[in-house]
């Protein structure tokens, strides 16, 4: 991983694989366009930052956001009231926590996927509730250079048909429980992306396939691309890809979904845990 040198924040690398918690960073003021490249070369080089006490509020967090690119409305998660770019995290006490768990790459199933997140904690489980990620460079480095060349020349085709109709989710279906989603003609439809992308800024590349929305390779039947997804899916979280982000109340975390799968884990039943999500959106992918 290169490491660059930064004048305006510090950086504490969370593993050897990636990840960075970042210093010295007010996210609720005006930064200056020299410290905001810094963050933006940051996310680049780790995947996902961290950013411990700050205090956001909503048009503060969107702004941040904004230095980023335009503001994603989900098509199918229903967002805050009022706040039609943001998804409110709810995971009430006593509940099994559903939304973002298992493995995946945020709306893959998007003609042009989510550039990335910016989730701020605001009631965190005292223990509990992290969110893990795993670098998808790191995955594609250390695939043989046999494999490289046989998924060079392959696209998968990815859709959220499972993800947003299993029962659970047809439960949530315009409800008004903590996290609902509204149905879209987006569901139905399904998507083709290369199997190896390209990130648009750093030109590095990744692994591109996850096991919530990569359905099948193009041109392959479901059950002859299983046998190969399962494996790419399972290499490309392999622990020595990953890190860990473990949430305080005013902790703020982005992820860059061209380098990196996340999953939330479901591990604090008891607790309730409350982030407020803004996403960023993407563009098509090469
Ligand atoms: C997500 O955005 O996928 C969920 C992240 C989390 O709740 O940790």
Redesign the pocket.
Known sequence: MPQPSFKTISIRQLTGAMGAEIGGVDLSENLSDQQFEEIRTALFTYGVIGFRDQTLNFDQHQSFARRFGTLEVHPIVNSLEGHPEI?K?H?PVETA?S???GW?T?NSFFEKPSLG?I?YGEVIPPVG???LFANQQLAYETLSEGMKKTLESLTAIHSAKDAYTSPTALEKYDSDGPISYKKSDIIAQSVEHPVIIKHPVTGQRALYVNPMFTDRFEGWTREESLPLLEYLCKHAVREDFQCR?R?EKGSV?MWDNRMVQ????NDCEKYE?I?Y?V?VNGDALS
């Open positions: 998804i995290m995971k926590a939304f973002g768990v995946h945020d997140s989730v509730g992290d969110t982000f949430w975390a996340h999953a939330a884990l845990r982030l999500r996403t």
